[in-house]
């Protein structure tokens, strides 16, 4: 159980940083996503990191 939630946070954490990068701008990868340049997608990549960081705290303190 604690492997599988330190993967699910670290996996959280890698895709709210993909969202982070794409909502401000940074990654245009891929080219076509709606997601490109769209703020809100930022925000809700950081939250979803931040669900991420809790989970692997949480998996740790197990």
């Not at 330190?6 to 701008?25: D, F, K, N, T």
Request: aromatic share 12%; charged share 10%.
């Amino acid at each position: 159980m604690r492997f599988l939630l330190s993967v699910l946070g670290s996996l959280a954490i890698l895709m709210g940083a993909l969202w982070v990068g794409q909502g401000l701008g940074l990654i245009h990868w891929p080219a076509s996503s709606f997601m490109v340049d769209q703020r809100i997608w930022a925000v809700w990549g950081i939250l979803l990191a931040a669900a991420g960081v809790l989970l692997n705290w949480w998996a740790r303190r197990r």
